[in-house]
């Protein structure tokens, strides 16, 4: 099924349904550190300016007419990119992250970027297993470090591969 879809650089006409991907993945609460309900004006103003940037791409996987899975990534030091990823629930597992995340590096790589670097949740293990496949290597755990909308304070996992 993972196959059947299309990679390609996001532009602005894929603002909506970019916006409508990370609501949905917000939406189960576990994955990513946006939290529902999301402010889709102000979501869609950054997405904007993250597809303007020249220090930075977004990837969409597009399944005949909708986008099911994104990454973004950006380098905000010299040489050093961070990245998200939002994938919808019944696209996960079919190869379609390990895609994303390898256009994610190749586009670092062409920069000249030394490192990449994310924080993820320690219970995604998938997430963990895919990054770990890809060469990341966990580099710290932070304790108590994101404070969710319900007052939670999770830990998260800092993890990079220098490049």
């Known amino acids: 099924m993972g196959e059947n ?3 390609r650089r996001a532009r602005e006409a894929d603002i909506p349904a970019l916006v409508g991907l990370i609501e949905t993945v917000a939406a189960e609460g576990r994955w990513i550190a946006t939290e529902s309900p999301l402010d889709r004006e ?3 103003a ?6 303007a940037r020249s220090d930075g ?18 380098c905000d030091w010299p040489g050093l990119c961070e ?6 629930a019944p696209w996960r597992g079919k190869g379609i992250g390990h895609r994303l995340l390898a256009a994610a ?6 920069t000249g970027a030394h490192k990449i670097a994310l924080d993820v949740f320690p219970h995604n293990d998938a997430a963990i297993a ?20 319900n007052g939670e304070l999770w ?9």
Do not use: N, T
Not at 131 to 144: D, M, S, T, V
Not at 155 to 163: A, P, R
């Open 57 to 74: 791409a977004v990837f969409a996987a597009v399944a005949g007419e909708a986008i099911v899975g994104e990454i973004w990534i950006s």
């Open 42 to 44: 102000r979501r869609a």
């Open 130 to 149: 895919l990054y770990e496949k890809a060469g990341f290597l966990r580099e710290g755990y932070h304790p108590r470090h994101l404070r969710r909308k």
């Open 5 to 7: 879809v299309e990679l």
């Open 105 to 110: 590096i190749a586009w670092a790589r062409s």
């Open 155 to 163: 830990d998260v996992i800092s993890m990079g591969l220098l490049l």
């Open 46 to 51: 950054g997405l904007r300016v993250r597809l």
């Open 83 to 88: 990245f998200g990823m939002a994938i919808e």
